[in-house]
């Protein structure tokens, strides 16, 4: 079961963390978004050993990790942009680093990031 928190709205420029309480185990776990209108998109994924992916839209303004657990799947996202804005979901159960949906066999609900 993958619950996240953390959405909201913010302005341009600005910052959010998300957060996605993980039960059982997973080796990858990661970060999709989903726009109106558009398909659903990897932004960022984490194995347990720490190596990371990111969308090359992303890179350098998102960082994804987790607890010491691995019970916890964290996002932070910083210089904000509109386009930015979509449902964010947390997945789990890959066995790479991979942004592909189809990897992934558990989802969470999503949660919206809005930017203005």
């Known amino acids: 079961q993958l619950v996240e928190s953390g959405g909201g709205s913010v302005q341009a420029g600005g910052s959010l963390r998300l957060s996605c309480a993980i039960s059982?185990?997973?080796?990858?776990m990661a970060w999709f978004r989903q726009a109106p209108g558009k398909e659903r998109e990897g932004v960022a994924a984490i194995t347990r050993q720490g190596s990371t992916g990111y969308a090359d839209s992303v890179k350098g303004r998102f960082t994804i990790s987790t607890d010491n657990a691995k019970k916890t799947l964290y996002l932070q996202m910083n210089s904000l942009k509109p386009e930015d804005t979509a449902i964010y979901y947390c997945?789990?159960?890959?066995?790479?680093?991979?942004?592909?949906?189809?990897?992934?066999?558990?989802w969470g609900q999503g949660t919206q990031v809005t930017v203005s």
């Open positions: 059982g185990y997973t080796y990858a």
């Open positions: 997945a789990a159960g890959a066995w790479t680093y991979e942004l592909t949906v189809s990897a992934y066999p558990y």
